[in-house]
């Protein structure tokens, strides 16, 4: 943002706000061709989560063309996005919109960005869940979502009506034979290769 | 030989990037050049005369002008040559602008460059010889494909310029999408009302025969001489009998034959005039609804018609028509508005396309002019129209715009408001395209006299839904000026449906053999310059065959066509190009590659009188592309002013050129 001494009406200066590398590498990561988005708006009209949404996805979309790499990674949109693709079907452009917004919870995740911090912490504990018993363990991630998150209690009640319908169990079922230690290698090599500098 | 050599500056185009003084110089050393010179604009006037000047100073036998591309100004530069007396192929012209100097800043090589060019063009000059062109006989008749509103206007002013028309439609009638509107924008006006009398003219007008019910099947011969089939499609009614009385039409016991001419908003019988300002006004049975022809009995109509016009036994019959030129008219069909799921076309009665909204709107049409809803003849009080469906959609393969949608929509809009003052009417759009005169004051009447709202933004999806008054339909978009996702209950969905090519359009470029693009629009001659000429001689475009176009677009391009028409029928005889292929006799071996190879069916191969074959070509169907040429297996066919020799040399002046620079 500029001073606004400088600019004491706070247009937003294209050229200023203009972040190029930003724009390349959005553009190679997810392989689309934002210039070809008109803004036909067809992305936020079927997308299911606008409501909750802080800038709507046409407008993420605008903000990746103009290069404007602050506001893109640090909103609250791309931590909503559920990934249903209803955009991407949609896009008259053939844009893989969901892609874009991926693409963008990723630059943002390494940027340190984490606006939405529950659903960072539920992604973390999915993982780990994973990570230790080669399948996610519900009702072991639901505990621990609901101690880090802070709200212990948010979905208890959905407890019963999932235990009655087989749905939650008390105990991990852990893949059989090699299934386990094939998991935990993935998540050994992936780390492995962090530490060499290789990124996520 | 004496051959001059002119190098254009041709202002700063050439001179900046090539030295043009340096190129002059170079061709004075070349074989049988006697004069080599500058000229800062050659095909200016003092240029064009200095050539002529040095031609008869210099008693010259040919010359090269080094310029811009032939495209340019060959054509200039051979008149030239001709008007100080020399024959118009003596004259070579060596692109040193396109090829050249816009293409590279080096100025060193460019003039290289140049100096080869002209050493290429004099090397191919020597080798050249006078040709003449022959002249022919032309048919003074003009064939036009399609009987909408373009070729209507084309066929009307073709045939009062005084040449006699053959106007060929597929339909049962003429008038085209137009006949079916209800208004025209930005006049509302009545559109039957304009395009009526046209018709009514085209009827009536001892100049233009008509065959309706009738396809183009075969065309043959070239400018000036074209044959062409058709094939007239039996209507079961004698139509020099017919009356158009229409007691046929009451009688007709099948009365649920989809009406194609309502867009199958409702039905009609299977004997049937499709309108009552129908030309010709002649009834036509329909064979596969029919119950004489489905069931094998029935007869109503045989004997209920006064004129005893009915013949169920009768056939297609297959004319053959000779004319001098062909216009093709033939129009535009509508986009499938059953392929867009999301919006419901096909799925829900109430979501319908533009043009049987269209009909609806129409006095004449299914509903007399009330707006009904399909589902349940309800009045409908809110009202939805969704603009580019089918148009500006890469994922439907449908890229462009579709050019008029924008202001049919408008024009519904409005209409709504005015036939049920007490509805609502919404708009979802894109962008609006209102670039004809009078166009965006029309779209704003729209917004500030009949308080249509437009939404900024696409349509997601349509479903049904409860409604206080009965079902109706949700439909959910985004307003992208707001931000927001925005939802409407409609009554009823208006989908403003674009443009695609004829179904068909693409066997028809074939027959005419004219060029098509990948949405099977024809292609004109060129975009800016020759935007109703195809590259095929004597062949022109009108209306949307070309491109989606709205009305006064069509007549245009129509009466344009019409125009190019007349001024090419309007010589007795036409000059043929000599740049065509040329069997020399004793060495064709009658293989017959050259025939089955040329795309124009311009070689027959002729048996002598020792029995063997012979390829000969047809002088006024060859069109000089030199694929036989280059068939050939022992080089008995050549192109004239392209013959092996004349290439080999402009070869052989390029290579002995790279022979000396490596040394």
Redesign the interface.
């Known amino acids: 943002m500029q001073n606004s001494r400088q600019n004491p009406l706070r247009t937003v200066d294209l050229a200023a706000m203009r972040d190029e590398a930003f724009q390349a590498a959005v553009a190679s990561e997810s392989g689309q061709l934002l210039a070809?988005c008109?803004?036909?708006?067809?992305?936020?009209?079927?997308?299911a989560y606008?409501?909750d949404y802080d800038?709507?996805v046409?407008?993420v979309m605008r903000l990746v063309q103009l290069g404007h790499r602050e506001r893109a990674l640090s909103c609250r949109s791309i931590w909503l996005c559920a990934t249903c693709q209803?955009c991407t079907t949609?896009?008259?452009?053939?844009i893989d919109v969901a892609r874009v917004m991926d693409v963008l919870r990723h630059m943002a995740r390494r940027a340190g960005h984490a606006p939405e911090p529950t659903v960072k912490t539920f992604t973390d504990g999915f993982l780990a869940s994973v990570a230790r018993h080669g399948r996610v363990f519900e009702a072991g991630l639901a505990a621990v979502f609901a101690i880090k998150s802070g709200k212990p209690l948010q979905d208890a009640g959905l407890g019963p009506a999932m235990l009655s319908r087989g749905k939650l169990a008390f105990l991990p079922h852990e893949p059989e034979g090699q299934g386990k230690a094939e998991v935990a290698a993935i998540f050994e090599r992936f780390y492995a290769r962090k530490k060499q500098g290789g990124g996520e | 030989m004496r051959i001059g050599v002119m190098v254009c500056h041709c202002g700063n185009n050439i001179a900046a990037t090539v030295d043009v003084e340096a190129v002059a110089a170079a061709a004075r050393e070349f074989p049988d050049v006697v004069f080599a010179t500058d000229h800062m604009y050659a095909c200016s006037d003092p240029g064009q005369k200095s050539i002529e000047q040095v031609i008869t100073d210099m008693k010259l036998d040919g010359v090269v002008v080094a310029s811009c591309s032939p495209r340019m100004h060959e054509a200039t530069f051979r008149r030239a040559v001709e008007r100080a007396g020399l024959n118009r192929y003596m004259f070579e012209m060596a692109n040193i602008r396109e090829h050249v100097a816009w293409i590279s800043l080096d100025r060193r090589r460019n003039t290289e460059k140049a100096t080869d060019l002209v050493r290429m063009a004099v090397e191919k000059l020597r080798h050249n010889r006078p040709l003449t062109a022959k002249s022919f006989d032309v048919q003074k008749r003009v064939l036009i494909v399609g009987g909408g509103v373009a070729g209507v206007q084309a066929a009307l002013d073709c045939a009062d310029g005084g040449l006699d028309v053959v106007l060929v439609e597929r339909k049962q009638a003429i008038g085209g999408i137009m006949s079916k509107l209800d208004k025209t924008f930005p006049t509302i006006d009545c559109s039957v009302c304009v395009l009526g009398p046209k018709m009514v003219d085209v009827g009536q007008h001892p100049r233009i025969t008509l065959h309706t019910l009738s396809e183009v099947e075969e065309v043959s011969g070239y400018v000036g001489n074209f044959e062409v089939t058709v094939r007239k499609k039996t209507p079961y009614v004698d139509w020099t009998k017919c009356t158009g009385c229409g007691a046929c039409l009451e009688k007709c016991p099948s009365k649920k034959v989809p009406d194609s001419f309502n867009e199958n908003v409702s039905f009609c019988t299977a004997i049937n005039i499709p309108f009552p300002q129908a030309i010709p006004k002649r009834a036509a049975i329909d064979p596969a609804h029919c119950r004489q022809f489905t069931k094998g009995k029935c007869g109503v109509c045989q004997k209920v018609c006064p004129a005893d016009a009915i013949d169920y036994t009768m056939q297609d019959e297959v004319v053959t028509e000779k004319v001098g030129a062909i216009i093709a008219a033939t129009g535009l069909d509508l986009f499938d508005h059953t392929k867009c799921g999301e919006y419901g076309g096909g799925r829900y009665p109430d979501v319908i396309t533009s043009l049987a909204y269209e009909r609806m709107l129409s006095a004449s049409g299914p509903t007399a002019g009330h707006i009904k809803r399909p589902s349940d003849g309800k009045e409908p009080k809110t009202v939805v129209f969704i603009s580019c469906v089918g148009s500006r959609d890469r994922s439907l393969d449908r890229p462009y715009c579709s050019n008029f949608c924008c202001m049919y929509t408008a024009k519904q809009a409005i209409l709504t408001r005015d036939h049920i003052p007490d509805s609502k009417a919404y708009v979802f759009y894109m962008d609006i395209r209102a670039n004809g005169k009078g166009y965006e004051e029309f779209v704003r009447r729209a917004q500030e006299e009949y308080a249509v709202e437009y939404v900024r933004g696409r349509v997601a999806q349509v479903y049904p839904q409860a409604g206080p008054d009965g079902p109706q339909l949700l439909v959910r978009g985004a307003d992208t000026l707001l931000g927001t996702q925005v939802e409407i209950a409609a009554d009823l969905v208006v989908l403003a449906v674009g443009v695609e090519a004829s179904k068909g359009a693409g066997s028809l470029a074939e027959k005419l053999r004219i060029s098509y693009d990948h949405y099977g629009f024809f292609l004109e001659g060129h975009p800016k310059l020759k935007p109703v000429e195809t590259n095929t001689a004597g062949v022109y475009l009108a209306g949307c065959c070309q491109a989606p176009k709205d009305i006064p677009s069509s007549v245009a391009q129509a009466s344009a066509a019409a125009g190019k028409v007349l001024s090419l029928l309007s010589k007795d005889k036409l000059e043929s190009d000599p740049q065509i292929a040329m069997v020399t006799g004793n060495r064709c071996i009658g293989c017959g590659k050259c025939e089955r190879t040329c795309p124009f069916g311009a070689i027959r191969m002729r048996e002598m009188r020792d029995g063997s074959q012979r390829a000969e070509v047809v002088e006024t169907v060859c069109q000089g592309c030199g694929i036989c040429s280059v068939t050939c297996p022992v080089r008995a066919i050549q192109l004239q002013h392209f013959t092996d020799s004349q290439l080999l040399a402009e070869v052989n002046a390029l290579c002995r050129t790279w022979d000396e620079t490596s040394e």
């Open positions: 070809s008109y803004q036909c708006g067809n992305c936020t009209a079927g997308c606008t409501h800038i709507p046409h407008q209803a949609r896009c008259p452009n053939n």
